[in-house]
């Protein structure tokens, strides 16, 4: 259970990037998180709305983009999505090889808004 450490992760960051006046509120937390990380949507959501009132990240949304996991492969260079299971090169069969995609975790962008002037 990781979720907590990252979620207290992404409030200082928000905080740092926020607009320090009262006058702007954080409505939306756009979060990118790579598959092999493990972290789970609901889980930051649930530590989330824990621990974010009394932040200037209160009430705010939180947004996943998710990023499937990218090999190449260390035999023939062939860049590739594996299956659940199946991390064997496509092409010539190899095991695995190097992840160059799905290990991401961060904060994308964080959108303001003027307090009251936030849609329903
Ligand atoms: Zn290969």
Redesign the pocket.
């Known amino acids: 259970m990781h979720e907590m450490a990252v979620t207290e992760d992404i409030l200082r960051i928000v905080e740092a990037h926020a607009p320090a006046d009262t006058a702007s509120q954080v409505t939306d937390i756009h979060l990118v998180i790579g598959e092999l990380t493990s972290f789970i949507d609901d889980s930051i959501q649930f530590y989330f709305d824990i621990l974010s009132p009394g932040t200037v990240a209160e009430g705010a949304a939180l947004h996943f983009r998710r990023i499937e996991t990218r090999f190449r492969?260390r035999?023939?260079g062939?860049e590739f999505e594996p299956e659940a299971r199946d991390w064997l090169?496509p092409?010539?069969h190899?095991l695995g090889g190097d992840v160059i995609a799905g290990k991401e975790f961060y904060v994308e962008s964080i959108e303001v808004a003027a307090k009251g002037m936030t849609l329903e």
Request: hydrophobic share 10%.
């Open positions: 492969c035999r023939c062939h090169c092409k010539c190899a």
